[in-house]
């Protein structure tokens, strides 16, 4: 891996020269395992160990972490590897001890970010801590929750503040585990530019295989970490087993991932992206010119309607538009899932525009 991205505020301390990296087991299982994880993953780009020691489980019965002595575990391996150690704090008892036992990166599950009064019991019992701190997404699609979590840690004079992306969950079944819904996460990183974003593949996709790829996604919309899940007998482990990768896979991944550079000033570039973005603007205008002549059609479909008084949704005729056109942009090289948002908008406004004929 390599970066020529420009680090931002406490990131910059860490003198980086490839994205930030956090990585190790999902729980802290055994005094044995974290050590031997921690070592395996020493002399690599990763800053800081991961492990989980109390373990939110959605229903009772599952592994629910070790506790407090698995801080001492922490402590140890950080005593003899160097690395950082992070874990996840759910109340203000969790934070007592994990400063207690100096645990350098703490943060805050997507299942805790939902709770407001959850989130501000451990602002205030984190209060002027120099330690860093880090928000997962909360369970639900919600910016605003996710931007409230971390404005009560800055209230509460946390400096050193950042936010992982860790998906959304949904009632149906789809490839991911949570699914990513990018566009929330990129209206945080345009809002707050200087809040550091890392994005956690192995809980948006439950599965190891599919961690290179949404890395990947992730720093080409210019993230600027990754926490991954890293065990060295991930099939075994006592949580998350799908979704965990060994270390010679995690080494494997840092080889892979290709960082791309915010921007590059050279003369090529430049000319290049110039006559490229003024193709796309002539296009957009062209595409909207196209959009409001489609209107001024429906304003006459309208018209006609009323004359006739026929309502104005026919169902048959519309399925059968979307199935020509789905058909039409798989040859032009555009998804079914596009085609559909996007007749279903311009569906949308040309009802609005014919309900405006027939009740003038
Ligand atoms: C975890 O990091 O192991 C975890 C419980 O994550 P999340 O809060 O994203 O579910
Ligand atoms: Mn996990």
């Known amino acids: 891996m390599e970066n020529k991205k420009e680090m931002r505020n406490w990131l910059n301390e860490f003198n980086l020269t490839h994205p930030f990296v956090i990585a190790g087991p999902c729980s802290a299982e055994t005094e044995e395992q974290v050590l031997k994880i921690a070592h395996e993953l020493k002399d690599s780009d990763v800053s800081v160990f991961r492990a989980g020691i109390w373990k939110p489980r959605t229903r009772p019965g599952g592994f629910e972490g070790v506790g407090e002595i698995g801080l001492k575990w922490l402590k140890k391996a950080k005593e003899e590897t160097g690395l950082l150690m992070g874990t996840e704090v759910a109340n203000a008892a ?40 880090l928000v997962k997404n909360p369970v639900n699609p919600d910016l605003s929750l996710w931007l409230g979590g971390v404005e009560r840690l800055y209230n509460a004079g946390i400096e050193k503040l950042g936010v992982i992306h860790r998906g959304f969950s949904t009632y149906e079944k789809t490839k991911y585990r949570n699914i990513p819904e990018w566009q929330i996460a990129i209206e945080l990183q345009n809002k707050f530019p200087d809040l550091p974003l890392i994005i956690d593949p192995s809980h948006i996709t439950g599965d190891r295989n599919m961690i290179l790829e949404v890395t990947q996604e992730a720093l080409d919309l210019n993230y600027d970490g990754m926490i991954i899940e890293t065990h060295y007998d991930p099939d075994n482990a006592w949580s998350d087993a799908a979704q965990q990768v060994t270390p010679t896979a995690l080494k494997q991944i840092f080889v892979d991932l290709k960082v791309r550079k915010v921007n590059d000033v050279s003369e090529e570039f430049t000319q290049k992206m110039t006559k490229l973005r003024t193709n796309i603007d002539i296009l957009d205008e062209n595409l909207l ?72």
């Open 94 to 133: 969790h934070v007592k001890l994990a400063l207690e036992y100096d645990i350098d990166v703490l943060w805050i599950g997507a299942r805790t970010t939902v709770n407001p009064f959850a989130m501000q019991e451990i602002a205030d019992a984190l209060a002027g801590t120099k330690k860093i701190v």
């Open 289 to 360: 010119d196209l959009l409001g002549k489609r209107m001024k059609v429906a304003d006459e479909i309208g018209q006609v309607k009323k004359d006739a008084n026929v309502a104005i949704l026919q169902n048959t005729r519309w399925n059968e538009i979307l199935g020509k056109m789905i058909l039409e942009g798989e040859k032009k090289g555009l998804t079914e899932e596009f085609v559909l948002k996007m007749f279903k908008a311009i569906h949308q406004e040309s009802i609005g525009h014919q309900e405006k004929v027939l009740n003038k």
